[in-house]
T-cell receptor, first 114, second 114 residues
Framework: KQEVTQIPAALSVPEGENLVLNCSFT??????LQWFRQDPGKGLTSLLL?????REQTSGRLNASLDKSSGRSTLYIAASQPGDSATYLC?????????????FGKGITLSVRP | ETGVTQTPRHLVMGMTNKKSLKCEQH?????MYWYKQSAKKPLELMFV???????ENNSVPSRFSPECPNSSHLFLHLHTLQPEDSALYLC?????????????FGQGTRLTVV
C-alpha cells in the first residue's frame, strides 16, 4: 500500500528565504507526482506535475524534483513571500492507469513571516 | 478559477436531512472524483467515475451516494449523516489515460453535520 509522508508538518520562515519542502513515498512504481497548494478552507490548486520519466519541473519561483528510485520529491521555493503561506501537499498516482487514485501526504503548512 | 466548480461552498445539515453536493467541470475531462478531507488527515478518495461509470468505490458508507449523469457533472447525495462526516468535500477531474492526467480540484464544500 502506497504511503506518502511529508515532514515537517509545519514550517515558519522569514520572507526572502529559499526553502525546500520534502515528500517521500514508499512504492516507487508511480505514474506521476503532483504538488498542490491549499489555502485555508479552500480547494487544491495544482502547482506542478512531474511524470515518472522526468526529473524536475519548474514554474516561476517553484521547482519540483523527483527521484523515483529513492521515493523522494522536493518542492523548492525561491525567495519566499508572505503570499506563499499555505499548505503544500504532494500526491502520487500509481502505475495502474490514469483513473486510479492519487495518494496524498498530510501536507506541510508553510508560514512566511514579513 | 480552476474550471471545477462546487456548490454549495458551505452546508450545515442535521443528521436526518437529505442534501446533495454538486460538482461541474468545464475542462472536457472524462474522469471525476470525490475526496474527503478531515482535519489532520490526508485526503481520502471516496469515488471515481470514468466516462460516467463508477470505477472505484473506496469502501464508503452507503449514506454517501454518488451520481454522474454526464461527463461534466458529479453529485454526492447525502442522507442520515453522522457528526464525524463533517469535513471538506473536494471534487476533482482529470483527463483519461496517456495524457499526463493532471488533476484539477474545485474549491470544496465545507460540510458540518449537527
Amino acid at each position: 500500500k502506497q504511503e506518502v509522508t511529508q515532514i515537517p508538518a509545519a514550517l515558519s520562515v522569514p520572507e526572502g528565504e529559499n526553502l525546500v519542502l520534502n515528500c517521500s513515498f514508499t512504492d516507487s512504481a508511480i505514474y506521476n507526482l503532483q504538488w498542490f497548494r491549499q489555502d485555508p478552507g479552500k480547494g487544491l490548486t495544482s502547482l506542478l506535475l512531474i511524470q515518472s520519466s522526468q526529473r524536475e519541473q519548474t514554474s516561476g519561483r517553484l521547482n519540483a524534483s523527483l527521484d523515483k528510485s529513492s521515493g523522494r520529491s522536493t518542492l523548492y521555493i525561491a525567495a519566499s513571500q508572505p503570499g506563499d503561506s499555505a499548505t503544500y501537499l504532494c500526491a502520487v498516482r500509481p502505475w495502474t492507469g490514469a483513473n486510479s487514485k492519487l495518494t496524498f501526504g498530510k501536507g506541510i503548512t508553510l508560514s512566511v513571516r514579513p | 478559477e480552476t474550471g471545477v466548480t462546487q456548490t454549495p461552498r458551505h452546508l450545515v445539515m442535521g443528521m436526518t436531512n437529505k442534501k446533495s453536493l454538486k460538482c461541474e467541470q468545464h475542462l472536457g475531462h472524462n474522469a471525476m472524483y470525490w475526496y474527503k478531507q478531515s482535519a489532520k488527515k490526508p485526503l481520502e478518495l471516496m469515488f471515481v467515475y470514468s466516462l460516467e461509470e463508477r470505477v472505484e468505490n473506496n469502501s464508503v458508507p452507503s449514506r454517501f451516494s454518488p451520481e454522474c449523469p454526464n461527463s461534466s457533472h458529479l453529485f454526492l447525495h447525502l442522507h442520515t449523516l453522522q457528526p464525524e462526516d463533517s469535513a471538506l468535500y473536494l471534487c476533482a477531474s482529470s483527463q483519461g489515460a496517456d495524457s499526463g492526467t493532471e488533476a484539477f480540484f474545485g474549491q470544496g464544500t465545507r460540510l458540518t453535520v449537527v
